[in-house]
């Protein structure tokens, strides 16, 4: 899945620009432009994703945007990591079983799906591997 969600800007009555994602409802913030609004929304979005991904729910499937929507991407270290957290569900893999098959420790496993621990980000592509996933990067210019 590609983190990366449609995000909607308007002006508010004190002259702010509100950022909020139909997808993600939980993620809102605020900036004094519309770009620094778009920037604060990266963090928003990976807040709310892991609190999701915490509660053990499925991070929402990005929808198409709409006309005058901005896309925004999750962090990416969030999105690899939120990505190995669905693939365990999706495979019925506990930590300690990532744990054995990477021959580390479960609390390493730990940190490397917990979204606000500084993992490598090479550490969590090799547990996705030793799943049989990937991570996909890619690079955009930014409109």
């Known amino acids: ?24 409802p939980e993620a809102i913030t605020d900036g004094e432009s519309e770009e620094a609004a778009l920037c604060e929304m990266s963090d928003a979005l990976a807040a709310a994703l892991a609190g999701y991904s915490i509660e053990g729910r499925d991070s929402p ?49 730990r940190r490397l799906v917990n979204p606000d621990h500084a993992s490598r980000l090479d550490g969590v592509v090799l547990a996705l591997a030793a799943m049989g996933h990937r991570l996909i990067v890619e690079a955009q210019r930014a409109a």
Do not use: F
Not at 1 to 22: F, N, Q, W
Not at 67 to 86: I, N, T
């Open 61 to 109: 499937t990005p929808s198409r945007p709409a006309p005058g929507q901005s896309l925004v991407p999750v962090a990416p270290l969030v999105a690899a990591k939120l990505a190995l957290r669905a693939a365990m569900r999706d495979e019925g893999i506990s930590n300690v079983a990532l744990a054995q098959r990477l021959g580390i420790s479960e609390g390493a496993v």
């Open 1 to 24: 899945m590609r983190y990366v969600y449609p995000v909607t800007i308007e002006r508010d009555d004190d002259g702010r620009y509100l950022a909020t994602a139909p997808d993600v």
